[in-house]
T-cell receptor, first 118, second 113 residues
Framework: GAVVSQHPSRVICKSGTSVKIECRSL??????MFWYRQFPKKSLMLMAT?????????EQGVEKDKFLINHASLTLSTLTVTSAHPEDSSFYIC??????????????FGEGSRLTVL | GNSVTQMEGPVTLSEEAFLTINCTYT??????LFWYVQYPGEGLQLLLK?????DKGSNKGFEATYRKETTSFHLEKGSVQVSDSAVYFC????????????FGTGTRLKVLA
């Protein structure tokens, strides 16, 4: 299957700082990437849908000024948590929808990034 | 709204035991249903899927049947192995043409030798 890589896998930061998480599709082009957040013992919650070259579409209740998403190329999307606070501590997972017919209809997931805000 | 409910874990089994992880869903229309698996330190991987009622998805000895009458998609395996230890997520995709997935909470499976 296709590979999606997230970086960093773990990050600890101080309250008030900003953190950037990268999501890369390593061997395919991703027209659409999705960002999820997972709380302990909770479902993966879709935060936003990111399309290459256009603005992300945020789900209801997700602060777009807080969680900045940039999908600058067909292989890279970034999530920046701005002015992070302890309540932003969570596990963030990206997924990518492959362009073309080889993996049509399938989503590929990154390994996830655990953010801890002190 | 659309939702997925799966049994809470952890589930601990001995090797070669029979596995069932329950999953039920609520959705309008005819969703596609999926099981994803997350091994330690890795991303989610598609395990199997079913796109219409009565379809059976299968992979690596795992099976799940799309039951519209009971709105269920239970995951089963006849004989689990230690290497099956992972977290299993049930998910649905509500409408054809969209890739918004709704996930269950995940069920951790631990298989003991």
């Amino acid at each position: 299957g296709a590979v999606v890589s997230q970086h960093p896998s773990r990050v600890i930061c101080k309250s008030g700082t900003s953190v950037k998480i990268e999501c890369r599709s390593l061997d395919f082009q991703a027209t659409t990437m999705f960002w999820y957040r997972q709380f302990p013992k909770k479902s993966l919650m879709l935060m936003a849908t990111s399309n290459e070259g256009s603005k992300a579409t945020y789900e209801q209740g997700v602060e777009k000024d807080k969680f900045l998403i940039n999908h600058a190329s067909l292989t890279l999307s970034t999530l920046t948590v701005t002015s992070a606070h302890p309540e932003d501590s969570s596990f963030y997972i990206c997924s990518a929808r492959a362009r073309g017919s080889r993996h049509a209809g399938e989503l590929f997931f990154g390994e996830g990034s655990r953010l801890t805000v002190l | 709204g659309n939702s997925v409910t799966q049994m809470e874990g952890p589930v601990t089994l001995s090797e070669e035991a029979f596995l069932t992880i329950n999953c039920t869903y609520t959705a309008t229309g005819y969703p596609s249903l999926f099981w994803y698996v997350q091994y330690p330190g890795e991303g989610l991987q598609l395990l199997l899927k079913a796109t219409k009622a009565d379809d059976k998805g299968s992979n690596k000895g795992f099976e799940a049947t799309y039951r519209k009458e009971t709105t269920s998609f239970h995951l089963e395996k006849g004989s689990v192995q230690v290497s099956d230890s992972a977290v299993y997520f049930c998910a649905l995709r509500a409408t054809s043409g969209t890739y918004k997935y709704i996930f269950g909470t995940g069920t951790r499976l631990k298989v003991l030798a």
